[in-house]
């Protein structure tokens, strides 16, 4: 087997899930992925842990999408049950073709969406963690051969997680007690968001494999402004580009896109969350250094910013906080150029200009 999957294994199993004797471990397995899947046994066996394989095709989920009537659905109890069972749940995505779900209409998307939330949920309860097996559909899609598309994942997975936790525990630290973010790139966006009384989150690989970002919720109600996303978006098999959104007391007051404006529709109207933010992240893994139109890895991209739509994590709005928590059935992330021309505020000071943050060598303030 394959050193380097057999490495991704392992900080699947050590690092990100913290896998131990008896854990009841789910693995949602995309089409593809079956040394990594094989490789995971391996390390799970070690662990004396109860693997049980969950298949996760695309062109089976596009057959259901399509065939089953959305209203008359009921939640999945047996999938809820065993998620609810399980101790811990990961998700290796491999995907031939990330455009498999394409021609499901978007409003049909959004309702099975709404099935599923109850089991997106119960996932979000375990020891979770989501990661990429470098299939050769996505090199393709990342414009890369497949070996070259290999290194880059297994470099971007297997990194010093401990230093880059320290590295990340930098930005943390200012985000972490502020009350105002201001987010600006050229002419093209200019937005300002309250973070007071949420939680920033350091992720280094626990949940999110390759980790590499520093993330918070905005007050639901808190964006002003206007934000183009440079970066296409992938959403419900679709590829939304140049998406430029207009919040006005928190919500989307107007949007437009180049090229699949109604798959971004449909998201805004999924309900009423959709049209809110969930997140703000900031991409601090500096291995991923290009677009690869894979969200798992763009999001972490050094010199971006990302808001999603939707959902907001608990990680950032625990039960016991004084800010409301955003709810959706949808979570969608759009990314931010902060290369050029660009500055991140936190309560009025420059943390960020170009990509540099404040605490690296080349700031300019």
Do not use: C
């Amino acid at each position: 087997m394959n050193k380097r999957v057999r490495d991704h294994a392992e900080v699947i199993v050590d690092h990100s899930t913290d896998v131990q004797p008896g854990d009841d471990v789910v693995i949602r397995a995309g089409g593809g992925t079956e040394p990594l899947v094989t490789a995971l046994h391996e390390k799970l066996g070690e662990r004396n842990a109860n693997p049980l394989v969950v298949s996760r095709s695309g062109r089976a989920s596009r057959a259901f999408s399509l065939a089953a009537d959305p209203e008359a659905l009921e939640i999945p109890e047996h999938t809820l049950a065993l998620m609810e069972a399980a101790d811990v749940v990961i998700g290796v995505r491999g995907s031939a073709n990330q455009h498999e779900s394409a021609d499901v209409p978007p409003d049909r998307q959004v309702a099975l969406e709404k099935r599923r939330k109850p089991v997106q949920e119960a996932v979000l309860d375990t020891r979770w963690v989501g990661t990429q097996f470098p299939h050769p559909g996505t090199a393709q899609k990342a414009e890369m051969s497949t070996p070259a598309y290999e290194a880059f994942v297994y470099d971007a997975v297997t990194m010093d997680w401990a230093a880059q936790s320290a590295f990340q525990r930098q930005l943390v630290e200012i985000l972490d007690p502020a009350e105002a973010v201001r987010i600006v790139s050229g002419e093209t966006t200019d937005i300002r968001l309250s973070v007071d009384g949420t939680v920033t989150v350091n992720d280094d690989a626990r949940n999110n494999l390759p980790g590499g970002e520093v993330f918070t919720a905005p007050v639901p109600d808190s964006a002003e402004g206007t934000v183009l996303f440079d970066e296409p978006v992938i959403t419900r098999g679709r590829e939304v580009t140049g998406a430029r959104l207009t919040f006005t007391d928190g919500k989307v007051a107007a949007f437009e896109a180049e090229r699949n404006e109604d798959a971004l529709a449909a998201t805004l109207e999924a309900d009423a969350g959709a049209s809110r933010l969930g997140e703000l992240g900031i991409g601090m893994n500096r291995e991923i250094d290009r677009f690869t139109y894979n969200m798992l890895f763009d999001e972490k991209m050094g010199d971006t910013v990302h808001l999603a739509l939707g959902r907001a994590y608990e990680k950032n709005v625990p039960e016991d906080s004084p800010v409301e928590r955003n709810e959706s059935s949808i979570h969608l992330d759009m990314i931010v150029d902060m290369s050029e021309d660009s500055r991140i505020e936190v309560d009025g000071e420059v943390v960020q200009r170009n990509g540099t943050f404040r605490f690296e060598d080349g700031f300019e303030g």
